[in-house]
């Protein structure tokens, strides 16, 4: 299993780069051509909600993305360290923080329209979004 990893300032103008990254290294781990589109468009949604909530909760760290590449799959893994609470925990009608959520729900849906295999979570020390692709089985059987 090859990972690569990536770490970047929580600014906008780096997210560009994780997508670029993101889409090399998934052809070459052997992604199918027709979804590279798909892969560089999830990640560059990811990695601007993780930037989003970096900038919107004062948060310095870096943003993290992997790039792991398995068997028989290739996944992309973008974490952020924006804590959050529980989604029955917040107060509806309190202006910004629905606004946010919102925003927060679109991205989400935008990645779950892209990507077939997302899983996300979320806790205290922040969030992750795994996004899976199937490899081709030529590519899986060359290294």
Partial sequence: MATVELR???LPEHVRTARLVA???ARRAGVDEAVL???RLAVGEACTRAVGLHQSGGITAPV???LIEE???FSIEVGDEAPRSA???RVPGSGADDVDAEEDEMGL???SGLVDD???TAGENGGLIRMTWPRTPAAATVT
Avoid: L, N, Y
């Fill in 109 to 111: 849906a935008v990645i």
């Fill in 8 to 10: 970047f300032s929580a």
């Fill in 37 to 39: 589109d798909e892969v």
């Fill in 64 to 66: 993290k993305v992997a």
């Fill in 23 to 25: 889409a090399a290294v």
């Fill in 118 to 120: 997302v899983e996300v």
């Fill in 71 to 73: 068997e028989k799959q």
């Fill in 87 to 89: 989604p029955g925990d």
